[in-house]
Nanobody
């Protein structure tokens, strides 16, 4: 079955950086588009970034453009989210997910990111 395992979260001061990883198994990773989402306390889950199968096309929500970078290593079946210049409002549980037609599916368990001011 498809499994997604996120890691790399933690506590960081505002202005700091973190790199999240999402290791995938049970799917043909090299032909699969993926995305990162986040959900803050008391908030709805929101889209953060996505990447196509080859890594040549990426999308970001406006609030993270210029600060976050999504990338992938198809040899390692892993997608990354490099987060720089972190702000307290970036505090959330971050999830990766597999892109499906019109939606996302196969969510990971999430990794907590906490940015202190």
């Amino acid at each position: 079955q498809v499994q997604l395992v996120e890691s790399g979260g933690g506590l960081v001061q505002a202005g700091g950086s973190l790199r999240l990883s999402c290791a995938a198994s049970g799917l043909t990773f090299s032909t699969t588009a993926l995305g990162w989402f986040r959900q803050g306390a008391g908030k709805e889950r929101e889209f953060v970034a996505s990447i196509n199968w080859s890594g040549t096309s990426t999308y970001y929500t406006d609030s993270v453009k210029g600060r976050f970078t999504i990338s992938r290593d198809n040899a390692k079946n892993t997608v990354y989210l490099q987060m720089n210049s972190l702000k307290p409002e970036d505090t959330a549980v971050y999830y990766c997910a597999v892109r499906a037609p019109g939606s996302y599916k196969y969510w990971g368990q999430g990794t907590q990111v906490t940015v202190s001011s």
